[in-house]
DNA sequence: CATAATAAACTGACCGGTCGGTCTATTATC
DNA sequence: GATAATAGACCGACCGGTCAGTTTATTATG
């Protein structure tokens, strides 16, 4: 049935591979079918024998990037612990995955841009944002229930908890220079948990996000 | 020296708002500059006459939407009153203000893309940032010298509120199904500043946040 | 009548996508 | 085990539409 053995897998990932570093130096405009040949190694033909357009292309990186977060976050649903230990756990968990996400930072703001006009975009993207809320809002739902936290409104906590974490990235994203993304990220965290959490010498972190290191 | 009236400033305006209204419904890359003639009712000399190039006229859109912004930003600046008056009264005029910068979000969102390859956009970005903090962080550390709020750290903490209400707002525009956009900046920043407030019973918010109008 | 302002036809660089054709590993057949 | 047939993989010159920007002619006004 094969007369050759199959690449495509090597290849589809070759080609990924080379769109999400011309993409992420030029931009999804800016950025030349040519380039992607040309940093690929392969033939313009090659490109296209396994991608039929540019924007399909496109649209298997953000598939490529958000597969996985999908994955990972719901691999952390269903665990019967605390609230303090669910959300201390999910916490750490997103913000390692946060840490590896930086280098497609460039790509990501751009398919924010593009998610205003292109369908596939927005539903991934909102997607993301909802198993993001799937996942925090019946943790926090959770200790409200049992005591551990004050009787706010599991919804908005949890949207709080996700503004907070991409407001933070944004915020470095364009100013690098007042903040240090991870101590942020953990103060900002354990400033909205401060108000939530009931027990007074709590801390979602171990340090308390005071001087963590970057 | 002008032999006719002169309606420059009448043309530029003209001109600008086409642009926004043309970038808002199809991008900066997707608008062409013979839709922005049309939408302007002139003619592509007359657009050319007033702006050289699609560049020029992106940046001069940058600066006409956020101008503005820092001169609001600034004149709420240097008012000695208490920590608790001073944010109450920033944040309804952001929040007041970010309603009416909705209807940018997108060239706002196509801002932020294009911050990370043109250097004119990002300075203004980062100034804008760098803006809010400046006012917000000395806010705060007034409110810590007097008493009003806890000892934590002012930087982080306006960080804390930018990002809340930043984030609170890209949520917003992605997934504006499970959130009402002024109920959650209310309540995110609500839940921030229930952690640093020391009275108890302070609402920074006269309702609370918990069931503001849209 | 000088000139700011306007109109619209025009140009050409650019680039996404195509297509005719080639190469080579594998398999079927004798 | 030689060879013909097959098909997936690959190549790069080329085409044709698009669109930012230019040119040139005209108009209106003080």
Do not use: C
Request: glycine share 6%; hydrophobic share 45%; proline share 2%.
């Amino acid at each position: 049935m094969a007369p050759k053995p199959d690449v495509s897998e090597v290849r589809k990932n070759q080609i990924i591979q080379a769109a999400i570093n011309v993409f992420t130096r030029q931009g999804f405009h800016g950025a030349r079918m040519d380039d992607i040949v040309e940093e690929s190694g392969l033939s313009k033909g090659t490109l296209y024998w396994y991608y039929k357009s540019k924007e399909e292309l496109i649209i298997s990186i953000l598939d490529h990037i958000f597969a996985g977060e999908f994955a990972k976050m719901e691999a952390l649903k269903n665990e019967n612990i605390s609230a303090r230990q669910g959300l201390h756990k999910f916490l750490e968990a997103y913000i390692a995955e946060l840490q590896k996400m930086l280098i497609f930072a460039p790509i990501i703001y751009e398919f924010y841009a593009l998610a205003f006009r292109n369908k596939t975009v927005r539903v991934v993207m909102q997607r993301y944002l909802h198993t993001f809320i799937s996942i925090v809002e019946p943790i926090i739902q959770y200790g409200i229930d049992n005591g551990e936290l004050r009787d706010v409104d599991a919804h908005q906590a949890a949207i709080a908890l996700g503004a907070q974490l991409e407001g933070t990235l944004l915020l470095w994203a364009y100013a690098p220079d007042i903040l240090s993304l991870e101590d942020q990220l953990r103060s900002g965290v354990k400033l909205l948990f401060d108000s939530i959490i009931i027990s007074e010498d709590f801390e979602i972190f171990e340090n308390g996000g005071e001087n963590a290191s970057l």
